[in-house]
């Protein structure tokens, strides 16, 4: 039951990063802090943040952490969110 949820939480923000164009921020930044990613994308920082750990969680990309203050920096497998990023679903 716990996999059915996960799956399905892991769906709503793959289709969230999809519409909010953030595969595609992703794809042009490459590696970025979840300010970055914001501002480059014209999103609130905090929902952009959760939303990368999100995507963190369900294994679609990964994070690199630093000694505090310097905030992680989020980054997907080589190739994933350009075709992501590429991908137009009909009506959408």
């Given at each position: 039951?716990?996999?059915?949820?996960?799956?399905?939480?892991?769906?709503?923000?793959?289709?969230?990063?999809?519409?909010?164009?953030?595969?595609?921020?992703?794809?042009?930044?490459?590696?970025?802090?979840?300010?970055?990613?914001?501002?480059?994308?014209?999103?609130?920082?905090?929902?952009?943040?959760?939303?990368?750990?999100a995507?963190?969680?369900?294994?679609?990309?990964g994070?690199?952490?630093?000694?505090?203050?310097?905030?992680?920096?989020?980054?997907?497998?080589?190739?994933?969110?350009?075709?992501?990023?590429?991908?137009?679903?009909?009506?959408?």
């Open positions: 039951m716990i996999g059915v949820l996960n799956d399905g939480c892991t769906a709503l923000m793959t289709s969230i990063g999809h519409q909010a164009g953030l595969f595609g921020t992703l794809a042009t930044t490459g590696s970025a802090t979840s300010a970055q990613v914001a501002e480059v994308s014209g999103l609130n920082e905090r929902y952009v943040r959760e939303w990368l750990n995507m963190t969680t369900a294994r679609f990309g994070t690199t952490r630093s000694r505090a203050p310097t905030p992680c920096r989020a980054s997907t497998p080589r190739g994933w969110s350009t075709t992501l990023g590429q991908i137009t679903l009909p009506g959408l």
